[in-house]
Antibody, heavy 124, light 110 residues
Framework: EVQLLESGGGLVQPGGSLRLSCAASGFTFSNFAMYWVRQAPGKGLEWVSAISGSGRSTYYADSVKGRFTISRDNAKNTLYLQMNSLRGDDTAVYYC?????????????????WGQGTLVTVSS | QSVLTQPPSVSATPGQKVTISCSGTSSNVGINFVSWYQQLPGSAPTLLIYDNNKRPSGIPDRFSGSKSGTSATLGITGLQTGDEADYYCATWDSSLSAWVFGGGTKLTVL
């Protein structure tokens, strides 16, 4: 069974940093692109970042470019999101998700499954 | 504002059919596969439709997807109270080099 388990969320002050992790199991991790998607309280889904299976290709939403860094350790089956210079509008539940079929970041196949999410709260 | 445009809400009665639209542009919906996600209250999103009109295993055929030009549509027939959820469309935007989501549509089954 494919499982994704996020961790690392919590309360952080504006300007601070946090690193999220997503532990994956039940599939060959390096064969699939991975994603971070967030959801602010009471709001819709917002794509944050994506990384190819090899880790060589990364993509970011304009809202986080230059502040967030996505990475992966294929030996540890773990996806990361390093978040720096955090702002109040970064407050959200952060989900990791797996590409359903591909190592490349692409639309085919969709995102499946998603983890249960980890809450990041940026507040003083 | 979301890159993909969805109606904020739709409603219908049990047993009826409902459709949810997703409008994009030639750089996203027009040239890339669209997927749809269901988010039940208090839960993480789950994949409902992928590649415009395909259903993952376990998704009942009451759910369907279609795409024409720069618009995609999710259809749900035989509505059940358990279908009450938020529904999101998504795709890759080739101009932005970014995934884009619709703003979400809240389905109420009266």
């Amino acid at each position: 069974e494919v499982q994704l388990l996020e961790s690392g969320g919590g309360l952080v002050q504006p300007g601070g940093s946090l690193r999220l992790s997503c532990a994956a199991s039940g599939f060959t991790f390096s064969n699939f692109a991975m994603y971070w998607v967030r959801q602010a309280p009471g709001k819709g889904l917002e794509w944050v970042s994506a990384i190819s299976g090899s880790g060589r290709s990364t993509y970011y939403a304009d809202s986080v470019k230059g502040r967030f860094t996505i990475s992966r350790d294929n030996a540890k089956n773990t996806l990361y999101l390093q978040m720096n210079s955090l702002r109040g509008d970064d407050t959200a539940v952060y989900y990791c998700a797996k590409s359903a079929i591909a190592a490349a970041v692409m639309a085919a196949g969709g995102l499946d499954p998603w983890g249960q999410g980890t809450l990041v709260t940026v507040s003083s | 504002q979301s890159v993909l445009t969805q109606p904020p809400s739709v409603s219908a009665t049990p047993g009826q059919k409902v459709t949810i639209s997703c409008s994009g542009t030639s750089s996203n919906v027009g040239i890339n596969f669209v997927s749809w996600y269901q988010q039940l209250p208090g839960s993480a999103p789950t994949l409902l439709i992928y590649d415009n009109n395909k259903r993952p295993s376990g998704i009942p055929d009451r759910f369907s997807g279609s795409k024409s030009g720069t618009s995609a549509t999710l259809g749900i027939t035989g509505l059940q109270t358990g279908d009450e959820a938020d529904y999101y469309c998504a795709t890759w935007d080739s101009s932005l080099s970014a995934w884009v989501f619709g703003g979400g549509t809240k389905l109420t089954v009266l």
